[in-house]
């Protein structure tokens, strides 16, 4: 018996943008009931091959068939017609509305003249259909990045799709919560839809999907059955070389004075509500302080007090003995601080203005950018190529709008610039979220160096395994308060475990 045609295949898809091919002639078939993986390194292609799919890109060459029928998509509403649903790596949600009116919004079954509190109850039962914990009357503007996630995931989700796209959907969620939607895509495909599940993380992919496509240079490499892989050979097909095992960075010598001091420091949220309480925190030089939590529990509120970003409600911070409680970004930034948010696209970069512009954007008003008083454009375009050097992006020219460049080279380049400004504290918050398994290494190994130059590494993260291998000291954070300081040595994932959730050490 002949085997039923594909839910959606894409034929010899090519993409072309100014001086470079993100896809070249792809090949791809995704079956109704099946989960398929979209592997790569950050800029094989990824993104841009589903945003074809999807009707956001024209390809150049090649064409896309649902079940078995040819089809054109003119514009993402057309994709949509057809039963093609996406979660994208960036946010597309509207900021200043609700979490309800974000799900409602251009949805055909959204009823006529709704109110607020239906269209509420609406979203509270999908919330609870799929598993997904969203707040239907909050404002997108104030959501943690996973939470907006999670709404990105339930607005598509709820319309059906027959073909749900999600990329790089897990970044920014716990893992807890990435467990239930693993769980949540199972369902979905088993009952005859077809997922393209796009992650960085290799365990997960394992773990959820039937097959595995891997793209490398814009070319697809191969597709494999998951049960015939292992992680060792999907890195291979990836970067086409065997990778480097992962280097221990922790090293037990003497670190140097406190550099940053917390005490006693209470900070509200957004909304006003206490998000840090009483936090007393000490950091020394040439040390990796590691902040453990699941997020949302005032990791992002503690980034940005110890960067300017947000005024304390009590307590002091002190840097190198200085009193900096009251002081604003500029301050920070000219002591030597800095940082890599949590949300880079919104707050550390320009999307619209050049990779150059934003290279230097923390830099304008110092040498090399500036000299004697007077901004230096070739100065600048040295830092600028410079920085885009050490993140190891690749871009056609430093006029490249920074939107253009794909997550993961966003991130790149964002964690360099602020290594560059981070003379003697680096804020890191998730880092690592959306590189690539070699940018990752990459990465640790480049903020070991700094520690080991004697910068202050405060890092927020989640990737225990990640903590435990580079941190000197880690501290857990839950419901804004610390739980726990202690060397990294003497923690285990089940001891952090049991803080982050809440549970006190037994004295
Ligand atoms: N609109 C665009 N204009 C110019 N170049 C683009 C555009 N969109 C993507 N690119 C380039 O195409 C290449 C592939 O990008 P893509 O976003 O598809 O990578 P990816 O596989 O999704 O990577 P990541 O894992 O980092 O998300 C990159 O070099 C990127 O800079
Ligand atoms: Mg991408």
Redesign the pocket.
């Known amino acids: 018996m002949a085997e039923a045609a594909p839910a959606v295949a894409l034929l010899g898809i090519t993409?072309r943008?100014?001086?470079?091919v993100?896809?070249d002639s792809i090949d791809l078939d995704v079956r109704a009931g099946e989960i398929h993986a979209l592997l790569?390194?950050?800029?094989?292609?990824?993104?841009?091959?589903?945003?074809i799919l999807t009707g956001i890109?024209q390809p150049d060459g090649g064409e896309i068939r649902m079940g078995g029928v040819r089809v054109r998509f003119a514009s993402a509403a057309d994709a949509i017609a057809a039963g093609i649903g996406m979660v994208h790596?960036h946010f597309k949600l509207i900021r200043a509305f609700t979490v309800a009116e974000n799900i409602h919004l251009g949805w055909g079954e959204t009823p006529f003249a709704v109110s607020a509190p239906t269209m509420e109850a609406r979203t509270r039962a999908l919330a609870e259909t799929f598993g997904l914990d969203v707040r239907p009357e909050a404002r997108v503007e104030d959501l943690s990045a996973g939470e907006q996630q999670r709404v990105e995931i339930l607005r598509v989700l709820a319309r059906g799709a027959r073909v749900l796209i999600l990329?790089?959907p897990t970044a920014v969620l716990t893992p807890g919560e990435s467990a239930r939607l693993l769980e949540n895509l199972r369902a979905y495909a088993a009952a005859g839809r077809a997922v393209i599940f796009?992650s960085?993380k290799l365990d997960e992919v394992l773990a959820v999907a039937d097959r595995i496509t891997v793209?490398r240079a814009?070319k697809c490499v191969a597709t494999l059955e998951a049960a015939h892989c292992d992680k060792a050979r999907l890195a291979r097909l990836m970067v086409g070389r065997d990778l480097a095992p992962p280097a221990r960075g922790r090293r037990a010598r003497a670190v140097g004075e406190v550099l940053l001091a917390l005490d006693g420091v209470s900070a509200q949220d957004d909304r006003g509500v206490p998000a840090l309480r009483d936090v007393s925190l000490q950091l020394r030089a040439g040390e990796i302080l590691a902040i453990a939590g699941v997020a949302g529990n005032g990791q992002r509120e503690l980034t940005e007090v110890v960067t300017g970003l947000r005024r304390v409600s009590a307590g002091s911070i002190r840097l190198g003995g200085e009193a900096m409680a009251g002081c604003g970004p500029a301050a920070f930034l000219e002591a030597g601080v800095g940082h890599i948010p949590e949300d880079r696209l919104r707050t550390a970069l320009a999307p619209s203005l050049g990779v150059a512009e934003n290279a230097v954007l923390r830099g304008y008003f110092r040498p090399p950018c500036t000299r004697g008083g007077w901004f230096s454009p070739a100065g600048a375009r040295g830092l600028a190529r410079r920085i885009v050097g050490e993140a190891q992006?690749?871009?056609?020219n430093l006029r490249?709008?920074i939107?253009?460049?794909?997550?993961?080279?966003?991130?790149r380049l964002v964690a360099r610039r602020e290594m560059a400004v981070a003379t003697r504290l680096l804020v890191a918050a998730y880092p690592t979220r959306?590189?690539?398994i070699g940018a990752i290494e990459t990465l640790l190994r480049f903020i070991g160096e700094a520690r080991d130059r004697g910068v202050g590494v405060l890092l927020i993260s989640e990737e225990l395994d990640e903590v435990l291998r580079v941190a000197d000291r880690v501290a857990v954070l839950f419901k804004g308060r610390v739980m726990g300081v202690f060397p990294a040595a003497e923690a285990d994932g089940e001891r952090l475990g049991l803080l982050m959730g809440g549970q006190a050490e037994a004295a």
């Open positions: 993409k943008f100014p001086g470079l993100a896809n790569g390194e950050n800029g094989a292609g990824k993104s841009t091959l589903m945003n890109y790596q990329d790089e796009i960085h793209l814009g992006v690749f871009v056609p490249v709008p939107r253009n460049l794909s997550g993961g080279n966003q991130q959306g590189l690539d």
